[in-house]
Every structure is written in C-alpha cells, then in structure tokens.
C-alpha cells in the first residue's frame, strides 16, 4: 500500500473509533479528589472572582467566593443597591451548585438565566448581566490546580 493510501485512514481513524466505543466520546465523567479546591478569574486588574468549592466523591458540599470584585468594588462586601444585587446573583449561582456532581453542574451554568431567578430584577434594572462565564473559568482553573486542601 502506498504512503498515499495510509495518510486519510491516519486522519479518519479517531474519528472511526470514536463512532465505535474506541475512544471516550463524554461517557466517563472525571472523578475528583475529594477536597477543597480554589482557582480564579482575572481580567486586566478589574474583575477578580475567585471560587473555593468543596467536593466529596464529585458532589459540591460547600461553595463560596473568595473574592468578587470589578474596578475595585468588592461586590462581597455590598449592603445595598446594584452591587448588592449582583453579588446576590452571583451567590445564587454556587447556591444552585450545592448537592450536584461538578461535571453535570457546570454545563447548567452556561444558561444562567435558567439558573438566576431569586435576584432576576436586576438585569433589567441596571442592564447588567450575571457573566457566569467568569465563574466557569474560576472553577475549571480551580479543578485543574487540583486540590487546595485536604
């Protein structure tokens, strides 16, 4: 057989495996340790999210923010008005994370309007959107960093 002949099965033959069981195709779920995990989100020194969640045999047991800032407001710390209402989101977020196996929780929080429904009026008050797509960084950063503590 010539060289000619060889190179398309070379380049079809992932995609033939995994059309037969040959290759995981999203069936095997990652298992993580179990432990506190902690990883972050940062975008030019004006939005800081940093996630802690702690995990015992895939499931989220505990949830918080480390930190959650935008241009120097510490959204954690607001009592009132717009940035209270934003951390409430953001809170209500890792709240719906509670009890659920990480792998199956984070593709739910690409929708986070299915997922925001408490604090909802603030989006239309202020225009301002829950960008869960920060939490979703800081939690992959987190799960690739591995365990924080034990």
């Known amino acids: 057989m010539s060289f000619r002949c060889r190179w398309p099965l070379i380049i079809a033959l ?6 037969c069981g040959g290759t995981p195709s999203g069936d095997h779920e990652p ?5 506190t ?30 930190q ?3 241009g120097g407001t510490d959204y954690r710390l607001a ?9 409430d989101q953001y809170r209500e977020l890792l709240d719906h994370m509670l009890g659920k196996d990480i792998n199956q929780v984070i593709p ?4 986070p309007g299915e997922v925001v429904t408490e604090n909802a009026e603030v989006d239309g ?11 979703i960084s800081a939690l992959r950063d987190a799960l690739n960093r591995g365990v924080y503590s034990y």
């Open 14 to 19: 992932p995609f033939l495996l995994a059309g």
């Open 31 to 35: 298992a993580y340790e179990d432990g």
């Open 37 to 66: 995990y902690r990883g972050g989100f940062f975008d030019r020194d004006q939005i800081q999210v940093v996630v802690q969640v702690t995990l015992e045999n895939n499931q989220v047991t505990e949830a918080s923010f480390r």
């Open 68 to 70: 959650l800032a935008y």
């Open 79 to 87: 009592e009132e008005g717009v940035p209270r209402g934003i951390a």
């Open 108 to 111: 739910e929080l690409y929708s």
């Open 125 to 135: 008050f202020t225009s301002a959107t829950i960008r869960s797509s920060k939490v």
